[in-house]
């Protein structure tokens, strides 16, 4: 690692700690040359994720783009209202579910089938409208099928 200060090469570890609840290490420095201290923050590197649009174009993964998609849907829903947060966790399982997937590249379609799927179990009015954008809804018998497989995979099980 190179001083900052000097530029040296030369540098020992005084202190090595976790930081960002795990995702990161935290490494405190002394230059050997002048003495100066720093910080530095070691990270595993993610491989890129690419998203394979329905034209073919080849674009890499995006989850502001999920998190928008999601807040436009659950807008005025008690969803949004949790300051994000379980939006935000929605985005990241859908992350990590393609990434553990380890293709390194999805379909938009395989996306958009996982927050469909995510946000069915989170907030099924929010699912109808993302699904009605997602899926292009034309008329009332869309958002009558939509619905009903809904009321299908939320009604409670019976034992007999």
């Not at 409208?129 to 099980?157: C, I, N, Q």
């Amino acid at each position: 690692m190179r001083c900052p200060a000097c530029g040296s090469f030369d540098d020992k570890v005084i202190d090595s700690r976790q930081a960002d609840d795990g995702s990161s290490i935290r490494r405190r420095r002394a230059c050997i040359a002048c003495a100066r201290r720093f910080t530095t923050f070691e990270r595993v590197e993610e491989a890129p994720l690419v998203i394979v649009k329905r034209s073919g174009e080849r674009v890499p993964f995006d989850r502001t783009k999920i998190t928008a998609g999601v807040r436009a849907a659950a807008k005025g829903r008690p969803v949004e209202a949790n300051d994000g947060v379980a939006i935000d966790d929605l985005a990241s399982a859908i992350e990590d579910g393609l990434r553990l997937d380890g293709r390194g590249e999805a379909t938009s379609e395989e996306v958009g089938r996982a927050v469909l799927e995510h946000l069915r179990e989170l907030d099924p009015v929010a699912a109808i409208r993302f699904a009605s954008v997602y899926l292009g809804f034309d008329d009332l018998a869309d958002f009558e099928r939509e619905v009903t497989l809904l009321a299908k995979r939320t009604a409670p099980k019976r034992h007999s």
